[in-house]
């Protein structure tokens, strides 16, 4: 891949590959593991435990986020921002929600090529940030917008006037994306830099959630720490030195989920 940010999808594609397979009961994915020679060999072998598993915490959360956005809503959208090779609609699997992925041509052909594409969902290839694809989707439904390690690539001038183009494009609508905090971005471009230091660096941070929602002039649905089901639902399973992490992650803030009503 050529774009310095597409090759970074390898990083959450691995750990959800190591979570399915070492944690099946907080996180599986059944069609991911057909995936595995896709990844190269440094993705997988670089990151401990406690870095594979912050970087799958946040689709057992975006998941419960989903499922409740139907529940509620019934027959909706999906917009998988940046989707890499996630394969949420796989997961979701329900009748009601159109799923649709957006990423960039290069990526969109790597995933026709390695993965199948659900009866739910389309994939879009383009820049989100041109909001071109808009017109590919049903805007009088409502729209659960998901971005998962995707916008701490850009910088926060970029992510504001993104959620203004979303706010003017989309009439019910909600943004779930994941951020840390201007440490949190160092940590995180200091792991990055160990698999591989061409990858692309990141920017975009929130320091203060309620602050960002209101520069967005967007209502703070939820605010989730990254481990707060991790920690319960895995508890001695995990390493102690992991455990301690996590704990530490959440008391002090530093990877979390935004719910963005928009709209
Ligand atoms: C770290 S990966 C995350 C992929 C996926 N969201 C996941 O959680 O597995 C970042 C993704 O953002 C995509 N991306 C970067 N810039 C983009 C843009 N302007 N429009 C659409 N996708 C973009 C990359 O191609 C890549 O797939």
């Given at each position: 891949?050529?774009?310095?940010?597409?090759?970074?999808?390898?990083?959450?594609?691995?750990?959800?590959?190591?979570?399915?397979?070492?944690?099946?009961?907080?996180?599986?994915?059944?069609?991911i593991?057909?995936?595995?020679?896709?990844?190269?060999?440094?993705?997988?072998?670089?990151?401990?435990?406690?870095?594979?598993?912050?970087?799958?915490?946040?689709?057992?959360?975006?998941?419960?986020?989903?499922?409740?956005?139907?529940?509620?809503?019934?027959?909706?959208?999906?917009v998988?921002?940046?989707?890499?090779?996630?394969?949420?609609?796989?997961?979701?699997?329900?009748?009601?929600?159109?799923?649709?992925?957006?990423?960039?041509p290069?990526?969109?052909?790597?995933?026709?090529?390695?993965?199948?594409?659900?009866?739910?969902?389309?994939?879009?290839?383009?820049?989100?940030?041109?909001?071109?694809?808009?017109?590919?989707?049903?805007?009088?439904?409502?729209?659960?917008?998901?971005?998962?390690?995707?916008f701490?690539?850009?910088?926060?001038?970029?992510?504001?006037?993104?959620?203004a183009?979303?706010?003017?494009?989309?009439?019910?609508?909600?943004?779930?994306?994941?951020?840390?905090t201007?440490?949190?971005?160092?940590?995180?471009?200091?792991?990055?830099?160990?698999?591989?230091?061409?990858?692309?660096?990141?920017?975009f941070?929130?320091?203060?959630?309620?602050?960002?929602?209101?520069?967005?002039?967007?209502?703070?649905?939820?605010?989730?720490?990254?481990?707060?089901?991790?920690?319960?639902?895995?508890?001695?399973?995990?390493?102690?030195?992991?455990?301690?992490?996590?704990?530490?992650v959440?008391?002090?803030?530093?990877?979390?989920?935004?719910?963005?009503?928009?709209?």
């Amino acid at each position: 891949m050529q774009n310095a940010i597409a090759k970074t999808l390898f990083i959450p594609l691995a750990a959800r590959l190591y979570a399915t397979q070492k944690f099946p009961e907080y996180f599986h994915d059944d069609v991911i593991l057909r995936l595995r020679e896709k990844i190269p060999e440094n993705f997988m072998k670089i990151s401990s435990e406690y870095e594979m598993l912050a970087s799958a915490a946040r689709y057992h959360e975006t998941d419960l986020m989903i499922r409740e956005f139907i529940s509620a809503h019934g027959v909706c959208n999906v917009v998988n921002l940046g989707c890499g090779l996630e394969t949420l609609a796989f997961r979701i699997d329900d009748g009601q929600a159109k799923v649709y992925g957006i990423d960039l041509p290069e990526v969109i052909s790597f995933r026709v090529d390695s993965l199948p594409v659900h009866k739910n969902e389309t994939l879009i290839a383009g820049d989100m940030f041109d909001m071109q694809w808009v017109e590919r989707i049903q805007r009088d439904l409502p729209t659960i917008f998901v971005s998962n390690g995707v916008f701490m690539y850009f910088e926060t001038a970029k992510i504001l006037n993104f959620v203004a183009d979303l706010k003017k494009n989309f009439n019910n609508a909600e943004l779930v994306f994941d951020a840390t905090t201007r440490w949190g971005i160092h940590c995180a471009n200091f792991y990055v830099s160990r698999i591989d230091k061409d990858l692309a660096k990141m920017h975009f941070f929130v320091q203060n959630p309620e602050e960002f929602a209101r520069r967005c002039d967007c209502k703070l649905a939820r605010f989730a720490h990254f481990f707060t089901t991790a920690r319960e639902m895995l508890r001695k399973k995990t390493k102690f030195s992991t455990r301690l992490l996590m704990a530490f992650v959440d008391t002090f803030d530093l990877a979390f989920l935004l719910r963005l009503k928009i709209s």
